[in-house]
Each structure stands twice: as C-alpha cells, then as structure tokens.
T-cell receptor, first 115, second 109 residues
Framework: GAVVSQHPSWVICKSGTSVKIECRSLDFQATTMFWYRQFPKQSLMLMATSNEGSKATYEQGVEKDKFLINHASLTLSTLTVTSAHPEDSSFYIC???????????FGPGTRLTVT | GQNIDQPTEMTATEGAIVQINCTYQTSGFNGLFWYQQHAGEAPTFLSYNVLDGLEEKGRFSSFLSRSKGYSYLLLKELQMKDSASYLCAAVSNDYKLSFGAGTTVTVRA
C-alpha cells in the first residue's frame, strides 16, 4: 500500500513554455501533498504544501505565480511550472501524507530539463 | 527554523558497519526519519523514530535522543547495494519534513 505515482517521469521543454507534473496517491487518500525540488548532489528542498480543496502554502523564496499548484481531489495534486527557464531544470518530487501518521510517501520524481 | 546536520560522505568496506550521525535543531519536533536515495531516484523510507531509543530493523537500526537533538543510522553487514545517499529528516508540528544535505555512503569491495 501507500503508492504514489508521478507523471511524467521526465520531460524536456523549451524555455518560455509551461509544464504540468501530476502526483497521484494510488491506494490511499492524501489530505496533504508536498512538492520538493532537488538539484544535483543537493538535498530535497520543500517548495510548497498542498492541502486538498485549499490554496497551497509556499516556502519562502518560491514564486507562487511561477509554480502553480492545484490539489483538486484527495488523490491528485498538480504542479505547473510556468514560463520555464533553464535554471528551473531540476528533479521534482512529490510526497503524500495519509490521514493518520507523519510519514510521507514519495513519488518516483520527475526530471525536468528546460532547453 | 530548521537546522539539520549530517556528514557529507562516508566510505566503508563490504561487510563492515557504518554509523551516520545527524544532529537537528527544529521549532516543533514530531520525530525523525531516515531515507535512502539512489542517484536519480526518489527517497525510500528506512525508519522513523519519535521516542528515545534504538529501533532495529534487519541490518539497519536507528537511534534517537530528543534531549540531545541527535540521531544516528547504523548500517550493518554492508553490501555493495547499500551505496547510496542517506537523508536525515526532522518532521515538525505542521507535518513538514526538513531534510539534511544527505550523506553519501560508498561501499568498497
């Protein structure tokens, strides 16, 4: 149980375009989902917290108008990188938290390359 | 704020034991996670400690001292496949995880 999927697993896009990444909890309802970004040889940095049916909470320094998060259901959250730039190239990982415990279940990640 | 410290790199030989230390300073603490991450992959759960003491799970054990803000992950009978990055993460009252920079463990034959 507690499987989280992400789609796509990798994507290459041109500078200035937008990219949407989906995060789904497959066998449980996720009240909260988290979006992380990881640059090479660095740790995971929390970008935002997404609660079902409400606006996402962004960490300091993360532009909410650039990284649009939607959590329309208990099993799906999406991250849209708008007007992507090469410096947005990174490994984006989502995680989902169930209703009971503190554990977060991580998706497999999405590697974004902006050319 | 959160401050999580762990060593950058460790090297050990196959069959040996390695201990990865982690110290943390957090505003609101609800436990500590250890994750394993192979290059290009997402983190996978290893352990969760919320009470003081040692939790043993097969070849991996994790220890927590809340009063000292200290945890360690103990890897026994090292195998080549254990070469990976090990992430220490503290969870706060609002369920957010704050990750350390990760410790890259290299296992040599």
């Amino acid at each position: 149980g507690a499987v989280v999927s992400q789609h796509p697993s990798w994507v290459i896009c041109k500078s200035g375009t937008s990219v949407k990444i989906e995060c789904r909890s497959l066998d449980f309802q996720a009240t909260t989902m988290f979006w992380y970004r990881q640059f090479p040889k660095q740790s995971l940095m929390l970008m935002a917290t997404s609660n079902e049916g409400s606006k996402a909470t962004y960490e300091q320094g993360v532009e909410k108008d650039k990284f649009l998060i939607n959590h329309a259901s208990l099993t799906l959250s999406t991250l849209t990188v708008t007007s992507a730039h090469p410096e947005d190239s990174s490994f984006y990982i989502c995680s989902a938290r169930g209703k009971i415990d503190y554990e977060q279940y991580f998706g497999p990640g999405t590697r974004l390359t902006v050319t | 704020g959160q401050n999580i410290d762990q060593p950058t790199e460790m090297t050990a030989t196959e069959g040996a034991i390695v201990q990865i230390n982690c110290t943390y300073q957090t505003s609101g603490f609800n436990g500590l996670f250890w994750y394993q991450q192979h290059a290009g992959e997402a983190p996978t759960f290893l352990s969760y400690n919320v009470l003081d003491g040692l939790e043993e799970k097969g070849r991996f054990s994790s220890f927590l001292s809340r009063s000292k803000g200290y945890s360690y992950l103990l890897l026994k009978e090292l195998q080549m496949k254990d070469s990976a990055s090990y992430l220490c993460a503290a969870v706060s009252n609002d369920y957010k995880l704050s990750f350390g920079a990760g410790t890259t463990v290299t296992v040599r034959a």
